[in-house]
């Protein structure tokens, strides 16, 4: 059974740091695209950053770029999602997801998600 | 970057109804068009790629259709559990972008 579980969310003050971790299972993680998708509570889906399987390119929302990293540890298989100069614009629910194809197909499995709240 | 536009944003529906959700892409993405479903408080579930392949373990129930920039989810026989928020999303081209969502209320 495919298994995506978020963690590493909380609350952190603006302009501070803070690194999501998502741990796979139950596929095999090296062989798959992933991306980070996030949702504020009560409004729609924005997507956040691809990596590839091997995690030598990746993508990023303009909004993200230059202050997230995305990253991965195939032998570990869990991927990263380091934020930082947070702004109160960032709280939302982190999803970890699953590409399906290379990119072809997009995505097929999500995680539970995990809170990011970004205030003073 | 791609916009999405969903019609309706809210729909009211009873059970056994059929409904169509539309999505309209600002330019043409070919079959790159994915449909998902979302309940409160849950993550998204995803329901179909490539504009109309289910995935798997979804429900014949679902269909989609569609090619360039118009697109459609029909949900046939509404049943209780299907009353949720969809949500298209184009994956040609970065960054990725969603609809805005389509809320299927009970009537």
């Known amino acids: 059974e495919v298994q995506l579980v978020e963690s590493g969310g909380g609350l952190v003050e603006p302009g501070g740091s803070l690194r999501l971790s998502c741990a796979a299972s139950?596929?095999?993680?090296?062989?798959?695209?992933m991306h980070w998708v996030r949702q504020v509570p009560g409004k729609g889906l924005m997507w956040v950053s691809r990596i590839n399987s091997d995690g030598s390119t990746t993508k990023y929302a303009d909004s993200v770029k230059g202050r997230f990293t995305i990253s991965r540890d195939n032998t570990k298989n869990t991927l990263y999602l380091q934020m930082n100069s947070l702004r109160a614009e960032d709280t939302a629910v982190y999803y970890c997801v699953r590409d399906q194809g290379y990119g072809a197909y997009g995505f097929d499995y999500w995680g539970q998600g995990t809170l990011v709240t970004v205030s003073s | 970057d791609i916009q999405m536009t969903q019609s309706p944003s809210s729909l009211s529906a009873s059970v056994g109804d059929r409904v169509t959700i539309t999505c309209r892409a600002t330019?043409?993405?070919?079959?790159?068009l994915a449909w998902f479903q979302q309940k409160p408080g849950k993550a998204p579930k995803s329901l179909i790629y490539?504009?109309?392949s289910l995935q798997s373990g979804v429900p014949s129930k679902f269909s989609g259709s569609g090619s360039g920039t118009d697109f459609t989810l029909t949900i046939s026989s509404l049943q209780p559990e299907d009353f949720a928020t969809y949500y298209c999303q184009q994956y040609t081209a970065y960054p990725y972008t969603f609809g805005q969502g389509t809320k299927l209320e009970i009537k």
């Open positions: 330019q043409g993405i070919s079959n790159y």
């Open positions: 490539a504009a109309s």
């Open positions: 139950g596929f095999t993680f090296s062989s798959h695209w």
